[in-house]
Each structure stands twice: as C-alpha cells, then as structure tokens.
C-alpha cells in the first residue's frame, strides 16, 4: 500500500492551495481517511478526517476555511485550503484508518498507512 501526497509549496496569506493524496495497492472507499499536520517542534495533528460515509471532522483552527473531500472512483482524499495563515505552515500527511467502516479518530496513532508528507509554506 502506498499513499502518494502531491501539492504542497509555497502560497501567500490568503491565496489557496490544494493538496492531493492518491492510495495504490488497496481501495480505501470504505475506510476513514485524514490530513495531519506537523509543524516544527509541534505533534502532529489531525487537521481533517472523512468517513467512507462522507462525514467530515476539523480541527477548529481550520474551521470554515480548509475542505476535505474524496473521490473513491479515483481512490483519493483532497485537502482545499482557503485563505491560509503563516501558522498553517507544516509539512502535511494523508493518512487511512485500517478500520473498515469506522470512525475518524483525532489520534494519529489510530492510522495504520502514511503518505510521505508534503510541505506547505504560507508567507504573511
């Protein structure tokens, strides 16, 4: 299983950015799938989560301006990010919960498969 993150860089305050992450070797259409986040000297956190049923999570600093979305034809998790802050700036991680079903859990240790992570540099 590989999940391959694409569209990290640099993007100024207030502009979008969107990241892309694609699973091969297994579908994950009925699993849980989410962005973290980790910035230096930080854990790393759940930024969004969405179900195999469409049900979406979001850490409260992102509310209202970041979009998780997935495309389980294409077997594929989005994050849109609109209107970023220099605090956004971190390298992000997609991640599949091996839960079939279940539920999204904030806690990175409950995902069981890892993208590489992509670096997003928001400049103020």
């Known amino acids: 299983v590989q999940l391959q993150a694409s569209g990290g860089g640099m993007v100024q305050a207030g502009g979008s950015l969107r990241l892309s992450c694609t699973a091969s070797g297994r579908t994950f259409s009925r699993y849980p799938m989410g962005w973290f986040r980790q910035a230096p000297g930080k854990e790393r956190e759940l930024v969004a989560g969405?179900?195999?049923?469409?049900?979406?999570v979001y850490a409260d600093s992102v509310k209202g301006r970041f979009t998780i979305s997935r495309d389980n034809a294409k077997n594929t998790v989005y994050l849109q990010m609109n209107s970023p802050k220099p605090e956004d700036t971190a390298v992000y991680y997609c991640a599949v919960r091996d839960a079939r079903y279940g539920d999204i859990r904030v806690e990175s240790y409950q995902y069981d498969y890892w993208g590489q992570g992509t670096q997003v540099t928001v400049s103020s």
């Open positions: 969405i179900s195999s049923a469409g049900s979406t």
